[in-house]
């Protein structure tokens, strides 16, 4: 008498297609622009009323009162975006201006992922720093760019090295916690130290993903360092792209990559 017993299949485990991640925040700008237009202009309006204050200002009250509706703006925005991209309209407000309960989960969520990487990012500094010291290396010299005077070759490598570990720690934080929003708005509560485990796989095209839709913030940058966007009119360039396309772009990848990690 034969017994058949039947294997347990393992879970197939989810995994983040950079094509269709990306060709979905693509169509995704169209309904974040018509959805969240209102929230895209107050926020790039505050942000350019920062840019235009008096200089005798910026040490009063009026810059901290802007400030706040900076960041009340930001986060209007933000959940307005991600309603529209997660495809979860409930509580949108008329053109995107609204801050509910979502709003706050996501300062929340932000703050404690930002806790977390200030901390990290301080135990490895100071590890870079004791690492820096043992070197003996001149700073001077190095300030320089002196390097054969910086001291030995084999101890610049290792400071080099363990600066570029830094980095990449620090980015790799970034990246892994990038999906705290979508899941906060998606799970209905706050998410920090979960995203690590929906990221967890994806880490590298989640990366390439991030970094392909930061083309407007990049393209804004290298022109900025070549003097082509000084002054009031190039800052209130920047105002304009981070509120109108840059936000909608960044919002609409982490959360299709969210759709597609999502392990519930």
Known sequence: MSHEHATPQRASKPTLNLVGALGETLRGLTPAWCGAWGAMAVCAALMAAMIFLPAGSWSGGWTWLVGLAVIASGLALKGGLLRIALKQPSGLGPAGLQLGKPEARLLGAALLCLLLIVMIASVLGLVLLAVAGMAE??????????????????????VTLAGLATVFVVLSLFVRLSLYAPA?????R??????????????????????????????LALLSSGGMLEGPGGALVWALVLAGLQAPLTTGFVAAAYGRLDRG
Request: aromatic letters at 8%; glycine letters at 10%; hydrophobic letters at 60%.
């Open 137 to 158: 290396l001149d700073a001077d010299a190095i300030a320089r760019r002196n390097w054969a005077a910086a001291g030995e070759g084999w101890k610049l490598a290792v």
């Open 184 to 188: 906060t708005v998606a799970r209905g």
């Open 190 to 219: 706050m998410v920090s130290l979960d995203s690590f485990i929906i990221v967890r796989g994806a880490g590298w095209p989640l990366f390439a993903g991030l970094l392909l839709t930061s083309a407007p913030v990049i393209i």
